[in-house]
């Protein structure tokens, strides 16, 4: 079921012209050019691994709504993209399913600011953990992914990115779990971490 095509959209948001419309602009978003890792590309990955994960979601449906809007604001030169992204879905969804719905989803996209879910937050766990399975990908996957996210961040100097960037590897090395569902914890955080702990070294060794 995993995809982006409207037919996907449509068996959680419904056919209405308003559906119609919401589908285009959220396809629109994560067209935008300036994107080089989080396009419809990292969208589709992200729902196809929420389907293999979904039995271990509480409401698979408001998951994938999530997904959808994860990332529909993406600005480099910002910070907020996740709050952005957020009221971006409370707006687009209006309409289109139950109200309980949209709270699920804009407290689900918020969660993917720190990918910190509560330990009984089984909706959080799945999402956080089809967003970070990128990280466990075999070496020269991962690496290319990493050198997507720097040529979205262009407009930073190679300082000021590896910087950051730093801050982000160590916070993802430091949280309880990288990864909540008991499958994706398994066959994941091991090549994960490895992923992780040798960019972190990569970046360390640069000259300031």
């Not at 629109?28 to 396009?39: F, T, V």
């Not at 480099?76 to 687009?92: L, Q």
């Not at 991962?142 to 996210?149: G, L």
């Given at each position: 079921?995993?995809?982006?095509?409207?037919?996907?959209?449509?068996?959680?948001?419904?056919?209405?012209?308003?559906?119609?419309?919401?589908?285009?602009?959220?396809?629109?978003?994560?067209?935008?050019?300036?994107?080089?890792?989080?396009?419809?590309a990292h969208l589709?990955?992200?729902?196809?691994?929420?389907?293999?994960?979904?039995?271990?979601?509480?409401?698979?449906?408001?998951?994938?709504?999530?997904?959808?809007?994860?990332?529909?604001?993406?600005?480099?030169?910002?910070?907020?993209?996740?709050?952005?992204?957020?009221?971006?879905?409370?707006?687009?969804?209006?309409?289109?399913?139950?109200?309980?719905?949209?709270?699920?989803?804009?407290?689900?996209?918020?969660?993917?600011?720190?990918?910190?879910?509560?330990?009984?937050?089984?909706?959080?766990?799945?999402?956080?953990?089809?967003?970070?399975?990128?990280?466990?990908?075999?070496?020269?996957?991962?690496?290319?992914?990493?050198?997507?996210?720097?040529?979205?961040?262009?407009?930073?100097?190679?300082?000021?990115?590896?910087?950051?960037?730093?801050?982000?590897?160590?916070?993802?090395?430091?949280?309880?779990?990288?990864?909540?569902?008991?499958?994706?914890?398994?066959?994941?955080?091991?090549?994960?971490?490895?992923?992780?702990?040798?960019?972190?070294?990569?970046?360390?060794?640069?000259?300031?």
């Amino acid at each position: 079921m995993a995809g982006v095509d409207f037919e996907h959209w449509t068996q959680l948001a419904g056919d209405s012209p308003t559906s119609r419309t919401e589908w285009a602009a959220v396809v629109g978003a994560w067209s935008e050019p300036h994107r080089r890792y989080h396009d419809l590309a990292h969208l589709t990955a992200v729902l196809g691994i929420i389907d293999s994960l979904a039995g271990a979601a509480a409401d698979p449906a408001a998951v994938r709504l999530a997904a959808w809007y994860h990332d529909v604001a993406y600005d480099p030169a910002r910070g907020d993209n996740e709050e952005v992204s957020a009221g971006r879905a409370r707006i687009g969804l209006v309409g289109l399913v139950d109200d309980a719905t949209v709270a699920e989803v804009e407290r689900l996209v918020l969660l993917t600011a720190g990918h910190d879910p509560q330990p009984d937050d089984a909706n959080g766990a799945v999402l956080c953990d089809a967003d970070l399975a990128v990280l466990a990908s075999p070496a020269p996957a991962y690496v290319a992914y990493a050198s997507a996210v720097r040529e979205e961040y262009g407009h930073l100097s190679d300082a000021e990115f590896t910087a950051g960037r730093i801050a982000v590897l160590e916070h993802l090395l430091a949280l309880p779990a990288l990864f909540r569902t008991p499958a994706a914890a398994e066959q994941w955080t091991a090549p994960a971490r490895a992923n992780l702990a040798a960019e972190l070294s990569l970046l360390r060794a640069r000259p300031s």
